[in-house]
């Protein structure tokens, strides 16, 4: 699954870290997220799109689409 995290938290001035600790999870699973090499949990999903207030399907698609 493609995804917009990094570009949605590096608009915001965010280290990996400091979206792992808004969003209660840690770094590596966001570098893992960022990398397409983890998909989240439904509600992992959902705390990112509510922190970059935005629709989960604004910030994850599927593969192929942009």
Request: charged share 35%; hydrophobic share 35%.
């Amino acid at each position: 699954m493609n995804n917009d995290v990094r570009a949605r938290r590096e608009e915001r001035g965010l280290s990996q870290a400091g979206l792992a600790e808004a969003v209660g999870v840690t770094r590596q699973t966001i570098n893992s997220i960022e990398r397409g090499r983890y998909d989240p949990s439904l509600e992992l999903a959902f705390a990112l799109a509510d922190f970059f207030e935005c629709r989960i399907e604004d910030l994850f698609h599927p593969d192929g689409d942009e």
